[in-house]
């Protein structure tokens, strides 16, 4: 696991993770799981179309978890 994506939903945040917490966890996996920390010119659009799927599908993880009965959005 990479140590530098934290918990995304409450009570690990007080709030809702913001569009840039998401981003950033997206964008860490990414680097993580393809090994680059930034990717060459012609990889670029695979790579962020890759931070833009991760992060489309944490957002709507999020939105859908309960958390204590409740929903987080």
């Known amino acids: ?8 939903r409450p009570p690990a945040i007080p709030e ?3 569009e840039e917490e998401i981003a950033a966890a997206a964008l860490q996996y990414v680097r ?3 090994g680059f ?3 060459a010119a ?6 962020d179309q890759a931070v833009g799927e991760v992060a489309e599908a944490t957002a ?3 939105a859908g978890l ?4 409740r929903r987080t959005t």
């Open 1 to 8: 696991m990479c140590r530098s994506i934290k918990t995304l």
């Open 16 to 18: 809702e993770a913001t």
């Open 32 to 34: 993580k799981i393809s």
């Open 37 to 39: 920390r930034a990717p």
């Open 42 to 47: 012609h990889n670029r659009a695979v790579f």
């Open 60 to 62: 709507k993880l999020l």
């Open 66 to 69: 309960e958390v204590r009965g």
